[in-house]
């Protein structure tokens, strides 16, 4: 891809979502770990809702070491894998005890070191708790990047993550990252993609596929 046509597809994204962000609520980098353990296979919607009342009862590692494990399961219940998730939480909880003080790491090595936290954790976590540039590569940023030719379709999650760090400039990967959420999430869906009304239309083969594909009309 050229840099001409990469650089449009940012300002064209940019303008359509200028204050994209993080929608994970917390209030410290331990909460936001937490919230993006939680937020595997699980909308931030649902983890906002769960969250509200877990970090009311929970503010650090040692607490959520004081209850019994299934105690912390029934807390966060209404999250997809909650079993494996609250062994996680409990498991990390502890790491920070035992190697960091208490606190959440800064450097991405040892971040991806902590149960239940992968390199797509870590990346959010350096880039909105530390001011890392990282780009985190999910659903979303992986089905936007495919579709508009920033990555090859058979690309791994690790692949796209490394062209988008060669495409985009440093100074905005994490911006990037918040913004390709925001219209693969709001604009680029899965399922029903706003082809007819989207700017980059021109940019996707599989929007300009769907266009010329005439939907089948309902049986009476």
């Known amino acids: 891809m050229t840099t001409k046509r990469t650089r449009h597809i940012l300002d064209t994204i940019a303008g359509m979502f200028p204050d994209a962000h993080c929608e994970l609520?917390?209030?410290?980098?331990?909460?936001l770990t937490i919230a993006v353990l939680l937020s595997a296979q699980c909308t931030d919607e649902t983890v906002n809702k769960v969250t509200a009342d877990l970090f009311r009862k929970y503010k650090t590692p040692d607490d959520y070491l004081a209850v019994p494990l299934e105690e912390l399961e029934q807390d966060i219940r209404r999250i997809g894998l909650f079993r494996n998730k609250a062994k996680n939480i409990q498991s990390l909880a502890r790491m920070l005890l035992d190697k960091y003080d208490g606190q959440v790491p800064e450097k991405h090595e040892q971040l991806v070191e902590l149960p239940g936290?992968?390199?797509k954790t870590a990346n959010v976590v350096v880039s909105n708790a530390f001011g890392v540039p990282a780009i985190a590569v999910d659903t979303h940023v992986e089905r936007v990047s495919k579709r508009l030719g920033m990555a090859a379709e058979d690309d791994s999650v690790l692949q796209v993550e490394q062209k988008l760090m060669k495409q985009v400039p440093k100074d905005e990967w994490t911006q990037t990252h918040?913004?390709?959420?925001?219209?693969g999430r709001y604009h680029c869906k899965a399922q029903n993609p706003q082809c007819p009304v989207c700017p980059l239309l021109d940019n996707c083969k599989e929007g300009k596929q769907r266009?010329?594909?005439p939907k089948k009309r309902k049986s009476v």
Request: aromatic fraction near 16%; proline fraction near 5%; charge should be positive.
């Open 178 to 183: 918040h913004r390709l959420i925001f219209f």
């Open 117 to 119: 936290v992968g390199r």
């Open 211 to 213: 266009m010329k594909t």
């Open 25 to 31: 609520n917390h209030a410290n980098p331990f909460e």
